[in-house]
């Protein structure tokens, strides 16, 4: 069992930026594709970004594309996801989510463990 934490949530304003990180202490983290999502409230999860397992691919959702980049860490058991510019509408928890060497997908079938989420909160 693949056991995700997220961190970096938080409170910010309009225009402000956030970086959330999904950390495990799987040995093979590196074969495993991560993808975000978030679900805000009375939502559907909706997917954000992915990542592939080789790093060499990523993947993002319209609402996010060009305020967004997701990484692999240095380390190698996290991936990050810099929001910028980010909106009001950006307010969710945001989960992470893994799978072990699949293509880069945004459909949350696709993943087979997820984090508990972290917060964030953009106030206008």
């Known amino acids: 069992q693949v056991q995700l934490v997220e961190s970096g949530g938080g409170s910010v304003q309009t225009g402000g930026s956030l970086r959330l990180a999904c950390a495990t202490s799987?040995?093979?983290?590196?074969?495993?594709?991560v993808g975000w999502f978030r679900r805000a409230p009375g939502e559907e999860r909706e997917f954000v970004a992915a990542i592939s397992w080789s790093g060499g691919s990523t993947y993002y959702a319209d609402s996010v594309k060009g305020r967004s980049t997701i990484s692999r860490g240095n380390a190698k058991n996290t991936v990050d996801l810099q929001l910028n510019s980010l909106k009001p509408e950006d307010t969710a928890v945001y989960y992470c989510?893994?799978?072990?060497?699949?293509?880069?997908?945004?459909?949350?079938?696709?993943?087979?463990?997820w984090g508990q989420g972290t917060q964030v909160t953009v106030s206008s």
């Open positions: 989510a893994a799978a072990l060497i699949r293509p880069v997908g945004a459909a949350p079938t696709e993943y087979d463990y």
């Open positions: 799987e040995r093979t983290f590196s074969s495993y594709t």
